[in-house]
């Protein structure tokens, strides 16, 4: 059995409302068929990584890299070991560390130094290298304490779009849209300003990853049973939506995660 090493770890206070969690992965992608399947999370990731190299499609990603939040999944391979340290932002986090238009990063796989100082990350990079979890960790916060300025214009925004992402069934795009005091346009163009996405997408990849997450943790789960939970009126556009974001039906993934079946 290859070895994977994979620990999360949560932020302190004041960076938990603009980063979901800090992330560290060690893992051997020897195996021809080895890859990782990124799906859409609404959220945004900020990766070091040492060992072999990292490609997205045909592009070989540096050893600072950053991925914006996806409309559907992307394959990223590698041949060899791997070690890496990730940030995962939520989906406004970016916001707090660099001020710009998150509709420009939508399914972006980039040169971290697109966004931060290079002579700074050049520092960074070989000193995460030589470093074990906790003192990761603890480079990773304190640099990006030295780029923290707190969203404060839209902080109100922030708010109901969290509602709106982390409780999907509760706060739904109308509701969110009232408790704002926007009009509905007006509503939807902050929101993609903020992350990248419409209200309406940014709630229903939020619904699609509790569901996927029902499935991971209970894959003897009633489909139907499932779909009911998490809003979806029929199997075919919970089977399009997974689709979109995993590549496979709820019923592949259903299956590969009970040992019927292979994920392609």
Known sequence: MRRMRYEE?????????????????????????????????????????????????????????????????????????IRLFGVRLLP?????????????LIDKFLPLTDLFPEQELAELVPQLAEADLDEGIALLTAYLYRHFQPETKHAAMINILSKLYRTPMEQDVPISVVESGYSQRHFERICSELVGMSPKRLNAVSRFNLARLQIFFNPTIDIASCMGQFG???????????????????????????GLGVVR
């Open 92 to 104: 406004w986090g970016l916001r707090a560390f660099k001020e710009m238009d998150h509709r420009s």
């Open 9 to 81: 770890r949560q932020p302190d206070e004041t960076l938990q409302r603009y980063i979901k969690c800090y992330w560290y992965l060690e893992r051997d992608y020897s195996a021809a068929e080895e890859e990782e399947t990124l799906w859409p999370d609404g959220c945004q990731e900020l990766i070091f990584h040492y060992g072999a190299d990292y490609s997205a499609g045909e592009q070989v990603m540096p050893r600072a890299f950053f991925i914006g939040a996806l409309s559907r999944y992307q394959p990223l391979t590698a041949e060899g070991a």
């Open 232 to 258: 979806y009126h029929d199997y075919a556009h919970f089977s399009k939506e997974f689709k979109r974001c995993l590549g496979v039906t709820p019923t592949v993934y259903k299956k590969w995660l009970l």
